[in-house]
């Protein structure tokens, strides 16, 4: 079915790049409702800092209690320790999907300023486009980093940086859905802290 959609925002778009970008707003506009759960459990998260830090004190040797105490306390406010996950697994399979397109036939001997949707940077080191790709997810992840709540843990800053990794070992395809996602994340992002 997937493949069906993309053809036909490419007949109608006459791009496939542009078919990626129109399928991955789709998605992510989808996907809205999740992610504004996510900012209020950051935001209940910030709030519950200095009780999370006591309980992780108290409970330091017991991480069982310590899961229980903490999801105890997320509860009370509404929200949980997973909330701000759900975007994230609930694209994982359109994610999933969409790369076994990107990777296949459909959108072989398309291109985006020259270079084929299939083309990976890996393998063609002085693909131009490819390195566009990594500079935008660079860009992105670097304003997403600066974004983040005081006292952000080193791993969710780092993280951050995984698709500027992942896109040199995708499909220019898939970069373009990347590069999508990730703007309508700082964009989102932005407009949710405000």
């Known amino acids: 079915m997937l493949h069906h959609v993309l053809v036909l925002l490419a007949s109608t778009t006459g791009s496939v790049a542009a078919a990626i970008v129109i399928a991955t707003l789709a998605v992510r506009a989808a996907l809205l409702p999740l992610s504004l759960r996510a900012y209020r459990a ?25 899961a229980e105490k903490t999801t105890e306390l997320m509860r009370a406010e509404g929200s949980g320790p997973l909330a701000g996950m759900l975007p994230m697994l609930a694209q994982a399979p359109v994610i999933w999907l969409l790369y076994r397109e990107f990777s296949g036939d459909a959108v072989r001997g398309h291109s985006l300023l020259g270079a084929d949707l299939t083309a990976r940077l890996l393998d063609h080191p002085a693909l131009l486009t490819g390195w566009l790709i990594v500079a935008a997810l660079a ?18 800053r780092a993280l951050s940086f995984g698709t500027v990794v992942f896109a040199v070992f995708t499909p220019v395809a898939a970069g373009i859905y990347l590069v999508t996602s990730g703007l309508w994340t700082a964009v989102e992002r932005f407009v949710a802290r405000r």
Do not use: C, F, M, Y
Not at 51 to 59: G, P, S
Not at 139 to 145: K, L, M, P, R, S
Not at 148 to 154: F, K, Q, R, T, Y
């Open 139 to 156: 860009a992105i992840a670097g304003w997403n980093v600066r974004q983040l709540p005081e006292g952000s843990p080193a791993l969710v």
């Open 42 to 66: 950051e935001k209940v998260r910030a709030r519950l800092a200095p009780q999370l830090t006591a309980l992780r004190e108290r409970h330091s040797k017991d991480p069982v209690a310590l």
